[in-house]
């Protein structure tokens, strides 16, 4: 059984950085690629980033690129995801996800974690 389990959420200023962590568990790195989506309340689930499981390949939506940067550690089994330059509407619920195939947002992702709030406060 593939677990998720994301950290590294919390409160923040605007224009701070954070950097999220996936660590996972169950499952032979080498056979999963790794996924982030955020959802904010009342809003439908957004796909940021996703890396492919040998680390070489990155995909992102267009709206997140430039602040977000997607990476993993294969030994470690943990993706991160590095938030720089926050603002408060990126206060949202942060996801990570796991797939053998997805790479982007509309791909169905088998695996998820809880999640981890983050609050970018102005």
């Known amino acids: 059984q593939v677990r998720l389990a994301e950290s590294g959420g919390g409160l923040v200023q605007y224009g701070d950085s954070l950097k999220l962590s996936c660590a996972a568990s169950?499952?032979?790195?080498?056979?999963?690629?790794l996924g982030w989506f955020r959802q904010a309340p009342g809003k439908d689930r957004d796909f940021i980033a996703s890396i492919n499981w040998n680390g070489a390949s990155t995909v992102y939506a267009d709206s997140m690129k430039g602040r977000f940067t997607i990476s993993r550690d294969i030994p470690k089994n943990t993706a991160y995801l590095q938030m720089n330059n926050l603002q408060p509407e990126d206060t949202a619920t942060y996801y990570c996800a796991a797939d053998m195939t997805a790479v982007r947002g509309r791909e169905p992702w088998a695996y998820w974690g809880q999640g981890t709030q983050v609050t970018v406060s102005s």
């Open positions: 169950g499952y032979t790195s080498s056979d999963y690629n």
